[in-house]
């Protein structure tokens, strides 16, 4: 098991309201070492207008949604859809601005090269990052309850006892999705910019993911979002909430969790590649 307290050396920062930033710069790094020539130095050039301290190259623009997020623009990391373990009936629809909704708007203006570059920058950070967010389990899920018939927002209303080796951590998680934001403990809080031991998990956690998740493992569609938010929803079901509230996540509840989260952070990779290609390589003068 990958337990997070072997990875203390990195530093602590506190938790990032999707994928650790950790976890975005792994699946941004799996696809910058895939895409295509042209659109890798495309997206060089792009991601050089309005870059800042910290998100300063395609992989650490990776969390800049999460830097620069507001309530105004929240709603775009996520989509709720709603479900219920107790066998009543739910009624609750996801909102019309959702993560799906953003990856398919911020796709069309980073392949329109007829908008300035400014925007079209922004747009692709935006799209880096939320193609990420929709692979995590609970950017697609809200569990409906009598305490919360509008969901519980991602597991975020879902109390937890912090697990065993997050103690290092400044804010060690306290809910389901702060815990599954770390990737139960896969993805440690790496800092931005990226120092030397920052820049030796990546390569690291890098290798690792494709060695276990190669490419010819997985179906993946170029760009179907709505089903990428499927699949988050239904191992939210099958492996998230296989836990009951208030109490204390085991070590094989900590080690599956891990096993998925790798999963998806992978696949996100492949995909946002695929995706990028296919968007800036058929849009080339």
């Known amino acids: 098991m990958r337990l997070p307290f072997a990875l203390i050396a990195l530093g602590v920062a506190a938790l990032a309201p999707a994928w650790s930033a950790s976890g975005h710069m792994a699946s941004a790094r799996i696809a910058y070492d895939e895409l295509?020539?042209?659109?890798?130095i495309e997206c060089d050039r792009l991601l050089q207008i309005g870059k800042t301290e910290r998100a300063y190259d395609f992989v650490t623009a990776s969390a800049w949604a999460d830097d620069t997020r507001t309530d105004a623009n929240g709603r775009w990391h996520y989509t709720n859809i709603h479900f219920r373990t107790d066998g009543k009936p739910t009624f609750e629809m996801a909102e019309d601005e959702n993560v799906v909704t953003a990856i398919a708007r911020f796709s069309r203006e980073v392949k329109n090269r007829a908008l300035p570059d400014a925007q079209r920058a922004d747009a692709l950070r935006y799209l880096i990052h939320f193609v990420g967010d929709v692979h995590q389990p609970l950017h697609a899920t809200a569990r409906d309850t009598d305490a919360f018939p509008s969901g519980d927002r991602g597991g975020n209303d879902f109390a937890i006892l912090s697990p065993d080796g997050f103690d290092a951590w400044r804010r060690p998680p306290t809910n389901l999705h702060s815990l599954w934001d770390s990737g139960c403990g896969l993805l440690p809080p790496v800092e931005r910019p990226l120092v030397a031991d920052g820049q030796r998990w990546l390569d690291q956690i890098v290798v690792k993911l494709r060695a276990e998740h190669p490419r010819k493992r997985y179906k993946l569609a170029i760009y179907e979002p709505t089903i990428w938010a499927l699949e988050s929803f239904e191992d939210a079901k099958k492996?998230?909430?296989?836990?009951?509230?208030?109490?204390?996540?085991?070590?094989?509840?900590?080690?599956?969790?891990?096993?998925?989260?790798?999963?998806?952070?992978?696949?996100?990779?492949?995909?946002?590649?695929?995706?990028l290609n296919h968007l800036l390589g058929s849009a080339r003068p």
Do not use: F, I
Not at 36 to 40: A, F, G
């Open 36 to 40: 295509d020539t042209l659109v890798r």
């Open 239 to 275: 492996h998230v909430y296989q836990l009951k509230e208030g109490t204390k996540p085991g070590r094989k509840y900590l080690e599956n969790g891990q096993r998925v989260s790798a999963r998806r952070v992978a696949v996100a990779g492949y995909r946002m590649a695929d995706l």
